[in-house]
């Protein structure tokens, strides 16, 4: 590990599969990782233990957790994330959940604590990083679309069950100012740099930036602060967005522009199945620096494979440049 890099307080902000793949390159530099997760979570796996058993959702935590397992033990990050299979009545209640929502549930009932659950799910795999939920309390996600309307819930805005194609406008949570945990403002205080991204814009990363505890924590905290761009735009979510588009609306749900820098994928060679309908993300810079006060960092961040994404490592390279 770089030694100037692993000394740093690195704190991560967001959730689901974008957080995932920046983690599996960030274990392999440092150590010192927090990680603060969005709870509007309230569709498959997680959504469904949320509304049965009243709990928070466990599966953006689920999937950090998995992320930062060790290599050597990715067999376990593997059956954390396998999803079950119900076919027949006797077995569909089970169906599409995912192990490890299972043993969070289960720790959260038998230690009675979301963060001892969290603190024993990780201690069983082998992570040392600080795990945090963005709130203490339920959110509903909600949004207004650009035709004025008014839609409610985060798998609504995640699947887009609205109509297009007027798309989103702006989101906000229920309730305005839900509890934040002292520990989640400690590591945004005490932090040397503060990453958002990559993640879907409305429903992973602007859910935790818009918390008023936390964006108020990011507009004085001294830290760098990087943001991550998607490698491709989600058709139903940020269709046609340039990097600054992504920016701007950054910048009118908070009010200001928290962002220093920005990483930036600039590798498009790799065609992106049509069947997903994802467009990679044009790079415009002709505001960056006068309207977000930001520099762009860019390089081949995509991944070969599966170019909806980040390729971790590629990630990790550049970052250890950056940080």
């Known amino acids: 590990m770089d030694n100037r890099v692993k000394s740093q307080k690195i704190v991560c902000l967001g959730g689901g599969v974008g957080t995932s793949n920046l983690l ?3 274990k392999t530099i440092t ?3 927090t990680v603060i997760t969005s709870m509007a979570d309230d569709g498959g796996s997680s959504g469904r ?3 049965a058993y ?3 959702p466990p599966g953006d935590i689920i999937f950090c957790i998995a992320a930062l397992i060790p290599e050597a033990q ?3 990050a593997e059956l954390l994330l396998y999803r079950f299979k119900g076919d027949n009545e006797d077995n569909k209640a089970i ?3 995912k192990l490890g929502n299972l043993i969070m549930l289960a720790e959260i009932q038998r230690t009675g604590d979301f963060y001892k659950a969290i603190d024993v799910v990780k201690q069983m795999f082998s992570v040392h990083a600080d795990l945090l939920p963005a709130t203490d309390e339920h959110v509903q996600l909600s949004a207004i679309t650009h035709d004025g309307r008014t839609v409610h819930s985060e798998t609504t805005l995640d699947l887009a069950l609205y109509s297009e194609p007027h798309g989103l406008k702006k989101i906000f949570i229920t309730p305005q100012n839900p509890k934040v945990n002292t520990r989640v403002i400690e590591s945004l205080t005490n932090a040397d740099v ?3 991204g990559p993640g879907d814009l409305y429903t992973n990363q602007l859910p935790v930036l818009i918390i008023p505890e936390i964006k108020e924590a990011l507009r004085v905290s001294k830290a ?5 761009l998607n490698t491709a735009n989600k058709p139903s979510e940020t269709k046609n967005f340039t990097l600054c588009d992504y920016l701007q609306a950054i910048s009118d749900h908070l009010g200001f522009a928290p962002f220093e820098q920005v990483v930036a994928n600039n590798n498009t060679s790799s065609p992106i199945p049509s069947k997903y309908q994802y467009d990679y993300i044009r790079l415009d810079t002709d505001r960056l620096s006068n309207d977000f006060k930001t520099t762009l960092v860019q390089g081949d961040l995509v991944n070969e494979e599966f170019p909806l994404y980040h390729d971790s490592k590629k990630l990790a390279d550049i970052l250890i440049k950056t940080l």
């Open 224 to 228: 760098k602060k990087i943001f991550i």
């Open 24 to 26: 599996r390159g960030l």
């Open 74 to 76: 990715k067999e376990l």
């Open 49 to 51: 233990l949320r509304k």
């Open 54 to 56: 009243d709990i928070m």
């Open 95 to 97: 169906d599409g959940h």
């Open 194 to 196: 503060i990453i958002s």
């Open 31 to 33: 150590s010192n990782l």
